[in-house]
């Protein structure tokens, strides 16, 4: 008999490797409106694993709200499906997409499941492990509590739902803007993690207050000039409330207050406990300013048909760069923040490849 290979560091590419794998079985589950956002944009929101987390405590939190009023598990069922694709306003065959879709679903988990075995055998990684067991309990839960159930649910056409199966999908505080940005600050703040790592080893004089404000101001507000530029072309200015171009204004300047404090070396020799204050003011006065400027931009464009295809092309595009800020910000994570010191990686291991 063989003996096995000796215990040995976790090296960034494998954790890597497994979390793009679980992430990518979740993401491709068509489990229709992810936190109340239509399903064309789900795999990409699929990517963060706050929004998998939100989206699971959703679905169970009305599982049990409807059983209750409605005195029925299976009518609550049946409420819960509808709403995830019966009245989904893009009409693309979701519903039966996700149906015929199942055995190769589930022949796709159980190739990650090797995957999963590895980092949950590995020591030392609890970051990889937490986002690992949202993927794999989002994708686990909406399976049980959703498709194996759906088998005997007949969902009416779109117009003929009653008005207990709406939900709110606009607005400050309706859950798909809570729940982009809880996941786009989430995954920021790892990029900044990994920033300040970057600095730190080459010697440059930026510390976590600039590189927050360069951070958000570079892929977090400019984004959001962009979207501005667009919708001022598809609408009449007129139209647009002066209110419209302060919260524009106040996440373009936010950000770029902070990273002007460069220039004052007193504060970047402030405490930890100081830095760490500041940047979350500024991040958190920056995601309620996003807030405010996407309920003003998606309320001047979201009635009737044409303006519907605009929003449509923006909810796409800025749904894309959600996607690629996540797989970004992983691979400067797990290169230049993660220590492979103090893990350890069991020598059987390698036989699961």
């Not at 069922?77 to 509808?82: N, T």
């Not at 589930?106 to 090797?114: E, I, R």
């Not at 159930?149 to 739902?161: A, L, M, N, T, V």
């Not at 171009?245 to 373009?252: C, P, R, T």
Request: charged share 10%.
């Amino acid at each position: 008999m063989s003996a096995q290979p000796a215990p040995a560091p976790v090296l960034w590419y494998s954790l890597f490797w497994g979390i793009l794998a679980i992430a990518v079985n979740s993401m491709s589950q068509p489990s229709g409106r992810v936190c109340e956002s239509p399903a064309v944009v789900g795999f990409m929101l699929g990517s963060s694993p706050i929004i998998c987390t939100l989206d699971v405590l959703i679905l169970v939190v009305r599982m049990a709200y409807y059983s209750i009023s409605l005195k029925s598990a299976r009518k609550a069922i049946q409420v819960v499906v509808i709403q995830r694709f019966a009245l989904d306003d893009e009409n693309s065959g979701t519903f039966s997409d996700f149906r015929k879709n199942a055995i190769f679903r589930w022949f796709f988990f159980v190739l990650t499941v090797a995957q999963a075995i590895k980092i949950f055998a590995f020591e030392g990684i609890i970051w990889t492990k937490v986002w690992a067991s949202m993927y794999i309990g989002s994708f686990l839960i909406i399976e049980m509590l959703v498709v194996i159930p759906s088998q005997w649910i007949d969902i009416p056409k779109k117009g003929s739902e009653s008005q207990l199966h709406r939900v709110k999908g606009s607005g400050v505080w309706s859950m798909p803007y809570i729940s982009v940005v809880m996941g786009t600050v989430f995954l920021l703040w790892f990029t900044i993690q990994a920033s300040t790592s970057i600095s730190n080893a080459h010697g440059l004089r930026m510390g976590a207050l600039q590189w927050t404000g360069l951070i958000i101001l570079l892929f977090g507000s400019l984004p959001f000039a962009l979207t501005s530029f667009y919708v001022f072309n598809i609408t009449n200015k007129t139209e647009v409330h002066r209110s419209y171009y302060w919260w524009l204004l106040s996440i373009v300047v936010i950000p770029a207050s902070y990273l002007l404090s460069m220039l004052f070396g007193e504060l970047t020799n402030l405490k930890d406990i100081y830095l760490t204050v500041f940047t979350s003011l500024m991040t958190g006065a920056w995601a309620l300013c996003g807030l405010r400027w996407a309920s003003t931009t998606f309320d001047y464009i979201e009635s009737g048909e044409p303006q519907r295809m605009f929003l449509r092309r923006i909810e796409v595009a800025l749904s894309s760069y959600f996607l690629f800020l996540h797989l970004a910000s992983a691979i400067l994570y797990y290169i230049y923040t993660y220590d492979p010191q103090e893990t350890i990686k069991p020598g059987w291991t390698e036989q699961l490849g």
